[in-house]
Nanobody, 120 residues
Framework: QVQLVESGGGLVQAGGSLRLSCTASGNIRSINVMSWYRQAPGQQRDVVATITSGGSTNYADSVKGRFTISRDNAKSTVYLQMNSLKPEDTAVYYC??????WGSGAWNYWGQGTQVTVSS
């Protein structure tokens, strides 16, 4: 069993910053790609940023230049630094990790989600 626990969401004014964290624990042999997704009310869940185990990153066009994804492999943790936040960034943010378990293959796991609200 694997758990992803997120933290760092909250309410911030437009132009402000927040840092999200997500830590994986449990039956982990290796963590491959880690990602952040977000889902606004009535919208589909969309990818925001991804980072490979080697540190290669990719971002949605809407957050390029404002958000930075990083990871600490020793801590099994992925971060999302969000700067210059806009009201349209308001959503529930979800951590996702592709994890190879000991003895049971590789699976995709999701965190519980953390609310980010940006006021205008």
């Amino acid at each position: 069993q694997v758990q992803l626990v997120e933290s760092g969401g909250g309410l911030v004014q437009a132009g402000g910053s927040l840092r999200l964290s997500c830590t994986a624990s449990g039956n982990i042999r290796s963590i491959n790609v880690m990602s952040w997704y977000r889902q606004a009310p009535g919208q589909q869940r969309d990818v925001v940023a991804t980072i490979t185990s080697g540190g290669s990153t990719n971002y949605a066009d809407s957050v390029k230049g404002r958000f930075t994804i990083s990871r600490d492999n020793a801590k099994s943790t992925v971060y999302l630094q969000m700067n210059s936040l806009k009201p349209e960034d308001t959503a529930v943010y979800y951590c996702n990790a592709h994890i190879t378990n000991w003895g049971s293959g590789a699976w995709n796991y999701w965190g519980q989600g953390t609310q980010v609200t940006v006021s205008s």
